[in-house]
């Protein structure tokens, strides 16, 4: 049975960091890419970032690009996300998922739904 179980959420106040992690387990994880995915209320869930196989390839959001860093340990089954300069718009929901994408040039699917197996998220929630 495949599982991805994210941690690592929390209240912080703006300005501050929080580090996500993404554990897997039941799958051969080296053989996924893996994203993160997030979901405010009343929004629609969002791509935030995606990183390949190995961990060369990584891609950001606008929203979160220079202040979000996505890294992998595949020895530990492992995503992580590191999220610093945290803003009130950065609450939400965000889930980890993992996929293995049809095609070589694009590897990261932004809809959600689509990716192969996904997680449960975890709540992030950042006060001003």
């Known amino acids: 049975q495949v599982q991805l179980v994210e941690s690592g959420g929390g209240l912080v106040q703006a300005g501050n960091s929080l580090r996500l992690s993404c554990v897997a387990s039941?799958?051969?994880?080296?053989?996924?890419?893996v994203g993160w995915f997030r979901q405010a209320p009343g929004k629609e869930r969002e791509f935030v970032v995606g990183?390949?196989?190995?961990?060369?390839?990584?891609h950001y959001a606008d929203s979160v690009k220079g202040r979000f860093t996505i890294s992998r340990d595949n020895a530990k089954n492992t995503v992580y996300l590191q999220m610093d300069s945290l803003k009130p718009e950065d609450t939400a929901v965000y889930y980890c998922?993992?996929?293995?994408?049809?095609?070589?040039?694009?590897?990261?699917?932004?809809?959600?739904?689509?990716?192969?197996?996904r997680g449960q998220g975890t709540q992030v929630t950042v006060s001003s």
């Open positions: 039941g799958l051969p994880f080296s053989d996924y890419v």
């Open positions: 998922a993992a996929d293995q994408p049809t095609s070589s040039i694009v590897l990261f699917n932004t809809e959600f739904d689509e990716w192969d197996y």
């Open positions: 990183i390949s196989w190995s961990g060369v390839s990584t």
